[in-house]
């Protein structure tokens, strides 16, 4: 569970700006929306096939320099 601790006179909003990018740093929003629909295993494949392929593409284009 992700909490973070209100430092002394910090304003609220401050401190929910800095759990919000917490949250994103970790991770955790989009594991819970990925996971509140079921994925058929062949949507998963697909899914992580294209990321690879994306993630490759990026690599091989900055690799000469």
Known sequence: MTE??????EPVE???RRLKKKID?????KT???KR???KPS???RR???VA????MLSARYADL
């Open 25 to 29: 740093r970790e991770g955790t929003l």
């Open 14 to 16: 401050k401190a929910l």
């Open 43 to 45: 949507e998963r494949k």
């Open 37 to 39: 629909t079921f994925e």
């Open 48 to 50: 992580k096939m294209k």
């Open 4 to 9: 973070i601790k209100l430092k002394k006179g």
């Open 32 to 34: 819970v929306r990925a």
């Open 53 to 56: 392929r994306f993630s490759a």
